[in-house]
């Protein structure tokens, strides 16, 4: 942790992501209810940093960076910054805190955010606060959309991702390697080199 780490801070997380990371930190007692804490636009986790000291600290909170935001790594070239984009990013970091349901503490637009990730999975989220937000109204319609196409888009998403194989890469220098030792120990049989692995590197 920082020199400059704010009150009562307790750690500062990093969790993995396929761009990169999202950059996460924690007040609180571990035992105590999750509260997940969702920035405004172009603001950061640091936003809490005078205010969650203030609360009762019986409560776990967590602060992330959404992505491109703070300390989190930014999408790669070409990636539009979506609504819904943010939405599954919530649904991935409680994935990796392990959390089922929790309450979300949202400013401006992170309170929008969390106010579509309730309306995606309402029954994770146990409480929703909501500071500084503007009024949203979904129609009827607009509910269900949520409720089947994209939810089941970000879960089918976090599901194929699952259940791939991490990827390797090997260097140039790496992938001869393998191919002289293949064909010294079984002449005649084929080098499989996985999925993905042909990368230009520097040897």
């Not at 999750?34 to 776990?60: E, K, M, T």
């Amino acid at each position: 942790m920082s020199e400059n780490a704010a009150p009562g801070l307790i750690s500062e997380l990093k969790l993995a992501v396929p761009w990169g990371h999202i950059a996460a930190k924690a007040w609180g007692s571990l035992q105590g209810p999750p509260v997940l804490c969702l920035h405004g636009w172009l603001d950061n986790a640091s936003s809490f940093d005078r205010l969650i000291p203030l609360l009762p600290q019986d409560f776990y909170y967590v602060a992330m960076d959404f992505g491109g935001h703070g300390l989190s790594s930014h999408y790669s070239p070409g990636v539009p910054y979506y609504l819904q984009t943010f939405v599954s990013e919530i649904r991935r970091v409680v994935a990796a805190l392990k959390w089922n349901r929790f309450s979300i503490l949202g400013h401006s637009f992170g309170g929008v955010v969390g106010g579509m990730f309730f309306c995606t999975f309402p029954e994770m989220v146990d409480k929703l606060i909501l500071l500084d937000t503007p009024l949203f109204l979904l129609e009827s319609d607009e509910m269900e959309n949520l409720l089947t196409y994209k939810r089941r888009a970000i879960e089918h998403v976090l599901q194929v991702e699952a259940s791939q194989e991490p990827s390797h890469v090997f260097s140039l220098k790496q992938l001869l390697q393998r191919q002289r030792t293949a064909l010294t120990s079984s002449a005649g049989s084929c080098v499989r080199i996985p999925s993905g692995s042909c990368r230009p590197m520097s040897c």
